[in-house]
């Protein structure tokens, strides 16, 4: 079992800057891919970024050069730079991993935390 702490959330104005991070633990022997989704009332949830153990990332064409994905693999966290954040980037933020143990992958999900950019 995986178990995943999301933070950094909050209200900024647009243009603004936030940083989510989320810190995974419990029993598993790696962890594969990483990701971050997002969910926008009355909306699908829909994909934001990924990145591999390889760092290989992908991200969806709306946070293509403003939000940047990393992990700590020491520390078994993802983080979401987001700058020049928009109204349209509001919504409730989940993070996603697969991690394996002894052959077996399962995919986790966060609690999420909620982005608010409003002026």
């Known amino acids: 079992q995986v178990q995943l702490v999301e933070s950094g959330g909050g209200l900024v104005q647009p243009g603004g800057s936030l940083r989510l991070s989320c810190a995974a633990s419990?029993?598993?022997?790696?962890?594969?891919?990483m990701g971050w989704y997002r969910q926008a009332p009355g909306k699908q949830r829909e994909l934001v970024a990924l990145i591999a153990s390889t760092s290989r990332t992908n991200y969806a064409d709306s946070a293509k050069g403003r939000f940047t994905i990393s992990r700590d693999n020491a520390k078994n966290t993802v983080y979401l730079q987001m700058n020049s954040l928009k109204p349209e980037d509001t919504g409730v933020y989940y993070c996603n991993v697969a991690a394996g143990l002894r052959g077996a992958f399962s995919s986790y999900w966060g609690q999420g935390t909620q982005v608010t950019v409003s002026s």
């Open positions: 419990g029993i598993f022997d790696s962890i594969y891919v």
